[in-house]
Nanobody, 124 residues
């Protein structure tokens, strides 16, 4: 098993940037493809980024493509989400998730392990 802990969320003004981190413990994160999701109040959990176990393949939905970048440092057992040009609609709790697969999925139900989330609030 792997335990995931997100950090880096805070209040930021529109147009600003944040870097979220997802630190893994237990089993090494290199054993998993990883995803970032977010959930705003009253909304379903939404896929925002995925990265393959090798780090070669990444993907984003149109809502964040060009603004968000997912990366991983397997040596540090950490996955990152760099978020630029933030908008008020990016406000949500952000979760990282791990799946025992070489490739990520956009469906939350496919993931095996989840962190508890970190709050990102973007003010207008």
């Amino acid at each position: 098993q792997v335990q995931l802990v997100e950090s880096g969320g805070r209040l930021v003004q529109a147009g600003g940037s944040l870097r979220l981190s997802c630190a893994a413990s237990g089993r090494t994160v290199s054993s998993y493809a990883m995803g970032w999701f977010r959930q705003a109040p009253g909304k379903e959990r939404e896929f925002v980024a995925g990265i393959s176990r090798s780090g070669v393949s990444v993907d984003y939905p149109n809502s964040v493509r060009g603004r968000f970048t997912i990366s991983r440092d397997n040596a540090k057992n950490t996955v990152f989400l760099q978020m630029n040009s933030l908008k008020p609609e990016d406000t949500a709790v952000y979760y990282c998730a791990a799946v025992s697969s070489s490739y990520y999925y956009s469906q939350a139900s496919r993931y095996d392990y989840w962190g508890r989330g970190t709050q990102v609030t973007v003010s207008s």
